[in-house]
Each structure stands twice: as C-alpha cells, then as structure tokens.
C-alpha cells in the first residue's frame, strides 16, 4: 500500500472502515496501482480477502505485491487470500466441461450470462466462519476489473446485479467491503460501460478515479486522481467532499503531490 | 509444494477453486534469480532459451519481434506470454511486413511456428517471409552444417565413446545467440531454413468444414477452432510445462492475420451494432488466458480502420498487451507533406505492458514514422524543420517545429 495515498485517504490498516464500496475507474490511464495498493492494504489489515482476477496472472499480482511488502502466496496458503484466477480459471471452463457449476460458467453460454455462479463462489469464499472466534477483521472482496465482464458478453445490468448482491452480503450482512475498478472509456462509446460506471458511482462511498493529464504524456507526472467521498444512503444537501491529487509511479511507491506541485517541477 | 506456513486459524477454503497447483506450473514470468547467471542451468527452472533474453527493467523474458528498432520501443523486446496487437494500416500494406519479420525471426532463432490465416495457406505465406541478412562467415558456417546434418550416419565413436550416448542435438542452421535480426524484404528465405523448421499451419477454408458438436456459444465458429487448435498444440508440445520429459524448452510464436475481418466470419466489419458483438474480445480473452500459462508470444494483426463500433476497438486495445498502429500515408493528404516526404508512414505504439510492475511503461518517443527501403524497414523520428515557410505551415497539423 502506499503510505500517501492512505494519508490522503485519511485511514490506516488498523482503522480500516467496513461497510464501504469503494469504486476505481481510470480514464485514459491505467488505474492498476489502485489495485495493488487495496489489495495490499487489505491484506496488511488483516483482513479476508477474496481477490476476482480477471485480467492478469497471480504471480503478476504476487511480484507487485512482494515490492509493496505482502505475500500473496502466504496470505493464499494461509487462507487469508482466496484469488480466483480469471485467465486460467476460463481456459479451465472453455476446453474441458465442468461437472459442477464453475464461477466463470457465463463463458460456456450463448447469451447475455448470468453471474450466478460467480456471486456463489465469492458467497462461499468470504462466508464467516462459525468456529467462534474471529479470525480475520472483516471480508473484503476485490474485483479487478468489471469492464472485461463487458467484453465477455455479459450485459451491464447482470454486472451491476452481481455488485448489488455483493454489497448486500458483504457490505451490508458481513459488514465487509467491496472494492471494483471499471474503466472509463471516454470518448469511445461504450454505452454499456457508461451504464455500468454511472450505476456503480451512485451506489460507491468512495470512488477514485485516475485520469491522464489533458495536455498529454508527461514523464514526471503520470497522472491526476481525483478522490471523492459520498454517502449513497443519506440524502444530504451537502456537498460531497472531494480531493485531487497528481501523482507519479515509482519502483515501489507512487507519491502523490498537489496540483502543479510535481518536485520536477518545483 | 504447499510450504508448512502454520497459522493459528487453519481453516482452509474447501470451495476453492484455485487450491495451489500441486504441478509445476511454468508461466513466463519466472524471475531470473541471482542464481540464475546462464552457466549454471541446473538451478534455475527456466534454462535459456535461444532467441531470448531477460528484461532490464524487470527480468521479464523477451523474445524480439524481428524488427530491432522495434524492439527497442517496446523496452527491448516482446514479453513472452503476451500479445502484440498491429492495428492494420489503411490498404494493408506494411501490417504483413510486421507479421512476417515476427515469422521469420522465430525461424531464424528455432522458435516453434503457428501460423493462421483465413486469407492465404499458412504455407504460402512461409514462403514469403524475408531473408535474414547474415554475416558471410556465419552463412558458410550453416551451409556446412546443414551438410553435415544430411550425410550424418551412426559413426561409431572408438575414443570418445561415452559421448555416443548423449543425446543428439538438433542442427540449428543460424546461430541463435544473437537477438534480434535484420531482414532483407527483396529476398526471400531460404528453402533450408524453412524445412528446417517446425511450424504449424491453420488455414480457416479447410479446419472450418469440419462438423462441429460444440453447445452454442457466442463465439463464432472460425475463433472457436482456432483456439482449440493453439490450445492442442500448446499441450501436446508441452509449452506450457505439462510435459516435463521435455529437455529443451522452447517458444512457440502465433501469428494470427487479420482478425476480426469479415473471412474471419465476424461482422464487426459491417455493422455498428452487430449480433457477434463479443466474438473478438471473448476470443482475446481465452488467448490471453492461453498465453499467460504457456512460453509463447503471438502477434495479431487486427483491421480497426474497418471496425465500426470504437467501444470493441476500445475493448479489443484493453485486451491485449502491446498495441501498435501503423498508419500508412498513401492516400492521406500527408503523403504530400514536406515534413513527410522521406516516409511511409508513421507508426504508433499505443499500449505497452505494465507486467510485474507499478511503473508506468510508455514509450517516450511519440512522433515515429518508418520507411520502407528495399531491404530494410527503420523506424525515426522525423526531422523537424529548422526553418518554417509559410506553405508549409498549413500543411502540418499539429507538427510545429520545437525551436
């Protein structure tokens, strides 16, 4: 995890909230730090996670991991992790039939899926414990990411289904958290994706959201993150409070700086 | 496999469905330890492969594309386990040069070829591919040893007689210690090489009249047979490690042209809205979920001035790994650009990935442009002009000098 982000985020592994969806979107940029860095906060917290991957390798997750001081390996064999590997879990589905019904079952099927399978499995991985004492601090699901959901024909309303019946069991029964990054697409159209980031953005407590510059590529500043805070439940004529930061990507850190504040620069 | 970690909860997930794999998996991305300095391939589990190298930033394995200079953009190298993506130029003139410098340098290094089309024979296109340019020493060198490798009978060894039970090795017929070829596109590769080589053909036109009893899935046909056929290939050979008797390890190279095209039976081509909608990105999916667990790297070359809808276009950029576009001046009032009057083209890379790593990984040089020459295709920067004329200055969009 990275230490400015959580300052800035006001939140340390110890006082993590519960209850929270948190939404990562990133728009002409690759918003894949912000999962790293979820992922390892959780995990240093203490708390059970279950990781759907769907998009990269576990051993990418796991040498991101290894810079940002956790093991995804540990954490895996010690039960702390339950990782759904998307790529190999589909090769599985896709060449050999499976008797059992399998998370990732909507890729076998013609029409628009049905994300079922995929709630149980989360349903099961994150279920607490009956042994009495608790183990771990609360369940915490992280989904990277649901716009290749889109792109394997499932349709936007069976997405945000799936994360309602998530953040009813896991926000709201478990008092866990729920994490998930959709990409922005811009100026591309995708309505479906459009869909799905305005229906998620109006349930989420917390949405991040890293953009690319607007004058373009620079090597010294990566990006801006706009943090915004919101109470979904509580009609308020308050303004939601919001925040927006320029970063740049290290080795092992990503510092964060206000606007026009890169030490490049200064 | 499974360290003995004691925690005090054991309580293990029993529905789990990624328990640790209990076989040796080999993904490409095995980091190159300390221990493993080349000489000592014993220790490590990824013994060197010809034809690559680890990267410098993350000790990632690369294997060249087949064009240095592209090489060099792409931070030194294609990324065993992913997908380079060539968004086709407008008349599909320089994308088969691309795809067939990936081809021939697979050849020249003993890299494995899969080979598919749904235009032209697999075959055909072999026989296309460009010469590489070797040094004369080294094309006498393989000359001899193709010889050899001919003429070679059981001599029975009288002194040394241990050595007779080792192993053969296979001829190589070109030195692969070398990464990275240059090509010659006027000649054509030698026959030898060709048939010294193993390679894969999938030509659409003959595996899709085949009956299928497949349940209906919205994949079309044509993807669904490719992908059964890499995915057969990449088991029966044991690229991705379920064959341990395997000793020397090796990298199969897929090419796949133009997918997406209508003989490809997709008709993102036609129409905005069309009912195949997630053929193509389904089928990135499962190939990404292919290679990541396999050595091998695939180039696609894709028409996306052709896809009418830009969300699959989006979608199809995030799918893959590495994505360059090739935009070819024919027909566009650049071709009558002074700034543009050396080139062909100009080549974007769009996308590179960011494996095993939180830096972000774009290539500083933005303004590339290549060029065509008799036997080499180079990629430069174009020249900005020092001094601006007025005629010029409307012509060039955006290409203001920097003083």
């Known amino acids: 995890m990275f230490p400015e982000l959580n300052n800035l985020l006001n939140t340390t592994p110890d006082q993590a909230e519960q209850g929270k969806l948190t939404l990562l979107c990133d728009a002409k940029t690759d918003g894949s730090f912000l999962v790293h860095h979820f992922l390892s906060f959780y995990l240093k917290a203490n708390c059970k996670v279950c990781f759907v991957a769907l998009i990269q390798s576990f051993s990418h997750y796991n040498i991101v991991g290894q810079k940002l001081g956790v093991s995804l390996t540990t954490a895996r064999e010690c039960g702390q992790l339950v990782f759904l590997e998307g790529l190999k879990s589909a090769v599985d589905v896709f060449f050999r039939p499976q008797e059992e019904p399998h998370p990732l079952q909507f890729l076998r099927e013609a029409n628009s899926g049905n994300l079922q399978p995929l709630y149980e499995f989360v349903q099961e991985a994150l279920k607490p414990v009956d042994s009495g004492e608790a183990a771990w601090r609360c369940p915490v699901l992280l989904v990277d990411d649901l716009s290749v959901l889109l792109s394997l024909g499932v349709g936007a309303v069976a997405v945000l289904d799936f994360i309602h019946y998530c953040r009813a069991t896991v926000c709201w029964e478990w008092k866990g958290n729920v994490v998930a990054l959709v990409h922005d697409s811009g100026d591309a159209e995708d309505e479906e994706n459009d869909i799905l980031l305005n229906g998620l953005g109006h349930q989420s407590h917390l949405i991040l959201r890293a953009e690319g510059l607007a004058t373009g590529f620079c090597k010294d500043v990566h990006g801006q993150l706009r943090i915004l805070w919101r109470r979904p439940s509580e009609p308020t004529a308050q303004r939601d409070r919001s925040l927006t930061y320029q970063y740049k990507i290290q080795d092992k850190n990503v510092s964060f700086f206000a606007k026009g504040m890169s030490p490049a620069v200064l | ?403």
């Open chain 2, 1 to 403: 496999m499974a360290a003995a970690a004691s925690c005090s909860t054991s309580t293990r997930s029993t529905g789990s469905v990624v328990v640790a794999a209990s076989r040796n998996s080999v993904t490409s991305f095995q980091r190159r330890g300390p221990r493993a300095s080349g000489t000592d391939s014993g220790c490590s589990r990824l013994v060197s492969i010809a034809g690559t190298r680890p990267s410098v930033r993350n000790g990632q394995l690369l294997v060249s594309t087949g064009l240095p200079a592209l090489d060099q953009l792409l931070g030194g190298g294609l990324a065993v386990g992913t997908v380079l993506l060539i968004e086709e130029d407008k008349y599909n003139i320089y994308s088969p040069l691309l795809f067939k410098y990936f081809l021939a340098e697979g050849i020249v290094t003993g890299h494995t070829l899969l080979v598919a089309s749904a235009k032209e024979d697999p075959a055909d296109i072999l026989q296309e591919l460009p010469a590489p340019l070797l040094d004369d020493n080294c094309k006498k060198e393989c000359d001899e040893d193709i010889c050899n490798h001919k003429t070679e009978s059981n001599i029975k060894m009288k002194i040394a007689w241990r050595y007779q039970l080792l192993p053969k090795m296979e001829a190589r017929p070109v030195s692969s210690s070398r990464f990275g070829h240059y090509y010659d596109v006027s000649k054509r590769i030698p026959q030898e090489l060709i048939e010294a080589s193993k390679w894969h053909g999938f030509f659409l036109p003959e595996k899709i009249s085949s009956t299928l009893n497949l349940e209906p899935c919205s994949l079309n046909h044509g993807y669904i047979k490719l992908l059964q056929f890499i995915q057969n290939i990449i088991y029966e050979e044991g690229f991705d490690g379920s064959n341990p008797q395997k000793k020397q390890k090796n990298i199969l190279r897929i090419g796949i042209q133009n997918l997406g095209s209508p003989l490809w039976g997709d008709d993102i081509c036609w129409t905005e809205n069309c009912d195949s909608n997630h053929s193509l990105t389904k089928f990135l999916y499962m190939l990404r979920g292919l290679l990541r667990s396999s050595l091998s790297a695939c180039i696609i070359t894709v028409p996306t001035h052709l896809i009418q809808n830009k969300a699959i276009i989006a979608r199809v950029t995030n799918l893959s790994d590495t994505v360059v576009g090739l935009e070819s001046f024919i027909g566009s009032e650049k071709e009558t650009n002074p700034l543009y009057k050396d080139y062909h083209g100009l080549i974007h890379i769009r996308q590179i990935p960011q494996l095993n790593n939180l830096i972000y990984d774009v290539s500083d040089v933005k303004d590339l442009a290549f060029k065509l020459k008799r036997k080499l295709f180079t990629i430069e920067h174009p020249p900005t002009p020092t001094v601006l004329l007025p005629s010029q200055t409307s012509t060039s969009r955006g290409h203001s000098p920097v003083w």
